[in-house]
């Protein structure tokens, strides 16, 4: 039985909350978060669940004082420079992390100054932090460095993630600027706050796992513009509006573009797929037809994550130094 | 830079040789194999390179006497109990091993024994040992245990691996029973060599990655038999001889089937491929169209083994507790 603290309940927080109510071996003991209109509330009813005895807090201390938490679940920020006092205080009070903060995944070449202060308070707390989710944290990292395993030589590692964005919680589908007219995507891409935010990460972490030293990096965004009436999503698109985004991350080697990850989400999107394709000996491609929900996803990989969290050494971790999370509904180390 | 020896020097020893030559960071300094045909000739013309100066020696203590190897990469025996007196004599010269024994790669439910004095003896000087290959150690377990990270639940795991023998190595095809008459099959299936080994292996690994205590596993073997004459592998099969084999392992919680492997690898298969299924929250299915390669996989998974073997503490380890190995020509930890 491991005891958790969830730090954010917004849309996918309330996910999670509700995905450790079906895991025998995780126990809910707290909940923070800063929104007014949620504190003091019922964790389980805000989450839409029974009653669950759990109030909402505004504050880590008044959450886990006493209730001997071993894991701060932590689905906040994006922004590595904006969950960092989080990070801190939570392994001040000595509990182990798991976020889905995009930027947390692997944060060694971004912001490398951050993460050695992360790493560095929780190898003094004796806790372990790391980053996942399904994307970035698995579909186009952590999956296709394990697919590298059985390849004698790599030339080029492309991948793939198409996906339909009707099927995604509003704020994701807000995230990509799905129903923006080309000005306000143009003001809003400036503003840098419209995107889907990881691709760089992915690619340095997979140019870590193989130990190829990447000359530069480089991340594009453009619409996708819908070509008529596009009604699945949380509001109509009209045509000529963006339904999306098309993102592409790039690794290069000199000249030499050695990883390729290609990120299109969009609201009507026809052929949601997922694909690792690896050019080397063997040279060979990996399909997941339909693709995966990103939402289900990445609230199950957090949970499956912390037992092999609770296994690792202290400080901050990626993907790439963890055993394998693996689904278990209960731990069996 | 890491030191290796080679034990065993088949025809997937010879491959794994041949693949060091294109790491920078992986050196051979011995190898042993106890055909007397081999003994004193010279490694490397014996894999058909060019001369390496390393004389393939009959014994483990000369060839790797002042050598300073670290690691002893072992591709000799499919049989636990056959191999566990060379990897006591390994471990006890201090070296660390990865070996391509498929009864090495989660032999704690099958021969939990033998699968402990490994254990001991390895952790008392201080070295780790690893059973690895595509399969079992990749495809059909460590990569489903891998997909399973991203799901809330799971009812079922099926994974198919069709494989067109053809162009595997001849030793391959002799294993799988291609060209032998119906009566031969039967003869050599109840002698216990004709066979994929490493199924019911892959099951008891899935099931611990996933925690799911399994009350029976189960194993069926029987021969694809050729409905035409099939010239495309090491002899012509005639039309109602066995052109390889079709293997099931199944694991059952009381009733209820929850893992399905299906293995079938004949000379002549037409649509080779490697498929996992999840049936769960969420259901997805991954497949590799074209399947990959045994061969060139095996030999390159357990050269990317060496890194995370080194990096994990010492003990019989599978590949549920390293980190991912990942491809790397070189280490860069």
Chains 1, 2 share one sequence.
């Not at 976020?99 to 372990?128: F, H, M, N």
């Not at 394990?146 to 339909?164: A, P, W």
């Not at 990460?201 to 193989?210: F, K, N």
């Amino acid at each position: 039985m491991k005891k958790i603290v969830q730090i954010g309940v917004g849309p996918l927080g309330q996910k999670i909350v509700k995905n450790t109510l079906q895991r025998e071996e995780i126990h809910l003991v707290g909940a923070v978060d800063p929104d007014p209109e949620k504190a003091g509330k019922d964790l389980g009813e805000l989450c839409g669940c029974t009653h669950m005895g759990i109030p909402v807090s505004r504050e880590l201390t008044s959450s886990i004082k006493g209730r001997g938490a071993d894991v701060a679940v932590v689905s906040t920020f994006s922004s590595l420079e904006r969950i960092e006092p989080q990070l801190a205080e939570l392994a001040d009070a000595k509990l182990n992390i798991v976020s889905t903060c995009e930027e947390l995944s692997y944060p060694w070449q971004t912001q490398p100054d951050i993460a050695q202060r992360i790493d560095k308070v929780c190898r003094d707390s004796g806790v372990t932090c790391l980053g996942t989710g399904v994307n970035p944290g698995f579909l186009m990292d952590y999956l296709p460095a394990v697919m590298s395993s059985i390849c004698q030589d790599i030339e080029q590692i492309k991948v793939t993630r198409v996906q339909d964005a009707s099927i995604r919680r509003i704020p994701f589908q807000r995230k990509i600027g799905a129903g923006l007219t080309a000005k306000q995507f143009s003001q809003r891409k400036k503003n840098g706050h419209l995107r889907h935010i990881g691709l760089t990460e992915s690619v340095h972490m997979i140019a870590r796992a193989l130990c190829w030293r990447l000359d530069r990096v480089e991340e594009t965004l453009d619409p996708v513009v819908a070509a008529r009436l596009v009604s699945s999503g949380y509001k109509d698109i009209r045509q000529g509006q963006a339904s999306g985004v098309e993102q592409y991350g790039r690794g290069y080697v000199g000249e030499e573009e050695k990883i390729t990850l290609h990120f299109r989400a969009a609201v009507g999107e026809e052929k949601s797929h997922d694909k690792i394709e690896i050019v080397g000996t063997p040279s060979f491609t990996s399909v997941i037809e339909g693709g995966i929900n990103g939402d289900i996803a990445t609230a199950a990989i957090t949970l499956n994550a912390i037992s092999a969290v609770l296994r690792a050494e202290s400080g901050l971790k990626t993907m790439l130094e963890i055993p394998v999370p693996s689904f278990s509904g209960r731990f069996c180390v």
